[in-house]
């Protein structure tokens, strides 16, 4: 089945934002997902850009995306961050998470970008053997940390 890869338009978001819950819901986490369609739009097109979305498209339906958006390594310099490279459940397996990860490294090639990141949970390993076969280090000396919206308020209030 053919796939077609483009960056998203403001009428993909309420599809992009399912295939985020539908994440959310495959890592356990289904009440995790707090950014709503008015979000992303804000993110995706008001100045200043936060992130570029890149959709997957089978038959007119958006099975697919990959977010990602620019950062800066004090090591490497420029790099590119996937936030996250998401497939409908119908549709692993059918080439079009390579089609994504294919649009996301030409994007950054292009970008000359140093790195392109991402971090992948450690329970999937799918997704772990499928990047791995494209070249990825996967790094599991690393720990991720995040401060959530509580604890940045918190710490605020502490200092």
Not at 44 to 50: I, L, R, V
Not at 65 to 68: D, N, T
Not at 148 to 158: G, H, L, R, T
């Given at each position: 089945m053919p796939f077609y890869i483009r960056e998203a338009t403001k009428k993909d978001l309420p599809r992009v934002l399912e295939l985020i819950v539908e994440l959310a819901v495959f890592e356990k986490e289904p009440d995790a997902v707090e950014v709503?369609?008015?979000?992303l739009e804000q993110?995706?097109?008001?100045?200043?850009?936060?992130?570029?979305?890149?959709?997957?498209e089978s038959e007119g339906i958006i099975e697919g995306?990959?977010?990602?958006y620019n950062r800066?390594?004090?090591?490497?310099?420029?790099?590119?961050h996937l936030e996250d490279l998401i497939v409908s459940q119908n549709k692993r397996g059918s080439g079009l998470g390579t089609a994504l990860l294919d649009e996301v490294v030409k994007y950054g090639h292009n970008l000359g970008v140093k790195r392109i990141s991402w971090e992948v949970i450690d329970w999937n390993e799918p997704a772990?053997?499928?990047?791995e076969k494209k070249g990825a280090d996967v790094k599991r000396d690393?720990?991720?940390v995040h401060?959530?919206?509580?604890?940045?308020?918190?710490?605020?209030?502490?200092i």
């Open positions: 709503t369609v008015e979000d993110g995706a097109f008001e100045n200043p850009k936060q992130f570029v979305c890149f959709v997957a995306i990959a977010l990602v800066f390594s004090t090591w490497k310099g420029s790099i590119l772990i053997i499928f990047y690393w720990d991720v401060l959530n919206e509580d604890a940045i308020k918190n710490y605020i209030s502490n």
